[in-house]
């Protein structure tokens, strides 16, 4: 059974950072692209960030531009989200997702195939 798992997340001060994983068994992950979603209480999910299956596309919600940096390991099958100058409204559960495509994935959270289960990630001000 294909398994992705994010750990990294926390409770986090205000203004500082923080860096995710997600690694993924029974699943080659260089093959896929791989997104990093989030769902605050009370919203709907939303994209934070997506990395094309080799590295060299990458795609970032405006919250995370000059923020965020995703990035992967595909000898360790493993992607990363790091986050910096975290506030408040980061609170949420952060995602990873694997999809066959970045093109048409992109930032569609329907398009993607595979889901870990969650991380929660908590910024106190």
């Known amino acids: 059974q294909v398994q992705l798992v994010e750990s990294g997340g926390g409770l986090v001060q205000a203004e500082g950072s923080l860096r995710l994983s997600c690694a993924a068994s029974?699943?080659?992950?260089?093959?896929?692209?791989a997104g990093w979603f989030r769902q605050a209480p009370g919203k709907e999910r939303e994209f934070v960030a997506a990395?094309?299956?080799?590295?060299?596309?990458?795609d970032y919600a405006d919250s995370m531009k000059g923020r965020g940096t995703i990035s992967r390991d595909n000898i360790k099958n493993t992607v990363y989200l790091q986050i910096t100058g975290l506030t408040p409204e980061d609170t949420a559960v952060y995602y990873c997702a694997a999809g066959t495509s970045y093109f048409s994935a992109g930032r569609e959270p329907h398009r993607y195939d595979y889901w870990g289960p969650g991380t929660q990630v908590t910024v106190s001000s």
């Open positions: 990395i094309s299956q080799g590295g060299s596309f990458t």
């Open positions: 029974r699943l080659t992950l260089s093959t896929y692209a």
